[in-house]
């Protein structure tokens, strides 16, 4: 993509892209002025960590012996709890379950509960004491004592809801043909690219089977999980989970309606133009909404596979998986991080099961820090495809995130992303350079002689990437979840109500009617095991094209659509700025010094501007609205 090419169009149509005015009244006792620097030049973000005063000695004690206890508990649960999913078995569960409740039973104890009541706020405490005194009580607020039977019921419940959700075989039952056993991934090969409505309709059809098996799950989850976030008074479990930005519920549904407001005239043009394009394809009316197993996604999440010109398995599909894993650490190493640790390989368990295998796994991709120092694992069906080749760069930023921040200066109970979106978006990140054309070829994933049409790729971009994510992750899911925790959805409203935001927001449809004996929301991994979170990938996309844009500008000098971070070790010591810091910081400061700005989604909106004229073209003279 040329720069001139892209600076010439669509300027004119970018939202202003700041965020709501929540964020910009925020405390921001320590920031900086706004006088924007580059980190990768500057000192690093963290030069207070180590003369910071000691702080109140019984907070600095009392600190001291909860970080230690936290991690040798956490390790335990968390390695009990990566057996568990990577072999799912009853005896593993159980290991699971009791690893987890000792856990459970020291950070919500009445002993940790007081003590973190008792201290923080007190006005000798330092901000970093204050920092871990926070965390440790949303933590406790897991977990909480005072209602004991009911969080450990909760824990066994998420325990058996995940083996529902990943021990059930899919059965694929395609009329006038003998129903088999499929493994997720050997459904999308079999959806990719195929025109047979038929076949596609029963494929979308069999990965929404397990959703009524987990419906009384989530039912019960629903309970468990609100009732111990407000028995801390949170306001719900929702409320619980989006106190990690220092947001409420609903100063986080402000954010996420603000995203969906900028994106929404690019992703209608964009909706009616794949509507048609489709329509075509599968040579069927031209719906006003499409149908969900028109799309290769089973959520409508990502839309990969329209720009048929565009094909980046076919190179792909001739490799071992393992040379996907090693290609995305050699990416990470160009920029001057280490190798990965000898374990990682040892433990992890990063290739797909062949399907008579007899143990089961969660087939979703995950990364783990295990004991929260040197022991990252990722647990991943890797398959020589284009997908997991994304998904791959995408793990592997979780663990250099893992390592960046596991160093004595950072509290046990601080090794966290600056939130959770920073988390989620330095793999993405790299997943975006990874996925641009200078290192495509150079990877050998493009020919040398390729020259993409630019505009076909960026389409393909908005396709797979944040453009079409947007509406499913602030919307459809997110206003979903919203309603489950803050608002107590009852039961009988699961269903219509999941439906009624993929049909605002997506503009999707299922292909039939799907009634309350339905749970669709259920068979969404996060529903049932990262529940409430969501919205951390949305905002993962805009912090992380805040970042993509500083790097191009202040570091590489380079189009934000061309560039090529492989091999640069300034951007490296760019994101290791961030990564090491944990969540040292308060996020939105972290943010001011890494990029000058505020959270603001201009960057992406900029990012994809381009498209939004040559949509408009395309779709001269239909209804785009649907
Ligand atoms: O769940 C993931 C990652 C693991 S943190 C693979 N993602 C979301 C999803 O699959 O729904 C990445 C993008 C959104
Ligand atoms: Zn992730």
């Given amino acids: 993509m040329h720069p001139r090419t892209l600076a010439g169009l669509g300027m004119a149509m970018l939202a202003a892209g700041i965020m709501s005015a929540w964020y910009l009244t925020r405390d921001s006792r320590a920031a900086k002025p706004a006088d924007a620097h580059s980190v990768a030049e500057a000192p690093p973000l963290v030069p207070g960590l180590q003369v910071e005063p000691a702080g109140p000695q019984d907070v600095a004690v009392f600190l001291e012996q909860y970080n230690t206890q936290y991690r040798?508990?956490?390790?335990?649960?968390?390695?009990?709890?990566?057996t568990a999913e990577s072999d799912i078995t009853d005896a593993n569960s159980t290991a699971r379950?009791?690893?987890?409740?000792?856990?459970?039973?020291?950070?919500?104890?009445?002993e940790v509960i007081d003590k973190v009541r008792q201290m923080r706020g007190r006005p000798d405490v330092t901000p970093l004491q204050e920092r871990q005194l926070n965390a440790a009580w949303r933590l406790a607020a897991h977990y909480p004592a005072p209602v004991g039977e009911r969080v450990r019921y909760l824990i066994s419940t998420e325990a058996q809801a995940t083996d529902s959700l990943y021990a059930t075989t899919w059965m694929l039952k395609v009329p006038g043909r003998p129903e088999r056993a499929v493994t997720p991934n050997g459904l999308d090969e079999m959806v990719a690219g195929s025109r047979d409505l038929k076949l596609r309709q029963a494929a979308w059809e069999c990965s929404k089977d397990v959703g009524p098996r987990l419906r009384d799950l989530l039912v019960d989850l629903q309970g468990l999980r609100n009732g111990v976030a407000r028995e801390m008074g949170f306001s719900s479990y929702f409320g619980l989970e989006t106190d990690n930005y220092g947001m409420s519920a609903d100063e986080m549904m402000t954010l996420m309606d603000d995203l969906v407001v900028g994106i929404m005239p690019l992703y209608q043009q964009l909706h009616c133009w794949t509507r048609y394009e489709l329509a075509r394809r599968y040579n069927q009316p031209v719906p006003d909404r499409i149908p969900a197993h028109w799309l290769d996604n089973r959520y409508g999440q990502a839309w990969p596979g329209i720009v048929e010109d565009i094909n980046l398995d076919a190179k792909l599909k001739q490799v071992q998986p393992s040379w996907i894993v090693q290609q995305a650490e050699g990416f990470y190493v160009s920029m001057g991080f280490p190798r990965l640790p000898a374990d990682f390989w040892a433990r992890s368990d990063l290739y797909e099961l062949p399907p008579d295998s007899p143990r089961r796994k969660n087939t979703h991709a995950s990364a783990?820090?295990?004991?929260?120092?040197?022991?990252?694992?990722?647990?991943?069906s890797v398959k020589p495809n284009y997908e997991w080749f994304s998904t791959t760069h995408h793990e592997l930023g979780h663990v250099y995130y893992y390592l960046a921040y596991s160093r004595p200066e950072v509290p046990p109970i601080l090794r966290e992303g600056a939130n959770r979106a920073f988390h989620e978006g330095i793999g993405t990140l790299v997943e975006l350079a990874a996925g641009q054309v200078p290192y495509l070829k150079q990877a050998g994933i493009l020919a040398p002689e390729a020259a993409p049409d630019q505009i076909r790729w960026l389409l393909n971009q908005a396709l797979t990437g944040p453009v079409v994510f947007l509406p499913f992750a602030c919307g459809t899911m997110t206003h979903w979840e919203y309603d489950l925790y803050e608002k107590d959805l009852p039961r009988n409203l699961y269903n219509t109500r999941w439906w009624e935001y993929a049909a605002k927001y997506q503009g999707i449809v299922p292909p039939s009617p799907r009634g309350e004996e339905w749970c669709d929301p259920a068979t969404k991994t996060h529903v049932i095991d990262d529940p409430a979170q969501y919205y951390d990938y949305a905002l993962s996309e805009v912090i992380l094209h805040q970042l993509h844009r500083y790097i191009c500008r202040e570091i590489l000098h380079q189009d934000v659509h061309e560039a090529n971070y492989y091999g640069n070790k300034a951007v490296g010591d760019y994101l290791d700025s961030i990564m090491r810091l944990g969540a040292t910081r308060?996020?939105?400061q972290v943010m001011r010094e890494a990029t000058g700005e505020e959270l603001s989604s201009a960057a992406l909106l900029e990012y994809y501007a381009p498209l939004q004229a040559w949509l408009e073209q395309q779709n001269a003279g239909r209804v785009v609205a649907f």
């Fill in 97 to 110: 379950v009791e690893a987890g409740r000792a856990l459970g039973d020291y950070v919500g104890s009445t």
């Fill in 72 to 82: 040798r508990l956490w390790a335990a649960a968390e390695g009990a709890k990566f």
């Fill in 586 to 588: 308060d996020w939105a």
């Fill in 368 to 380: 783990w820090h295990v004991d929260l120092d040197q022991d990252v694992r990722a647990l991943m």
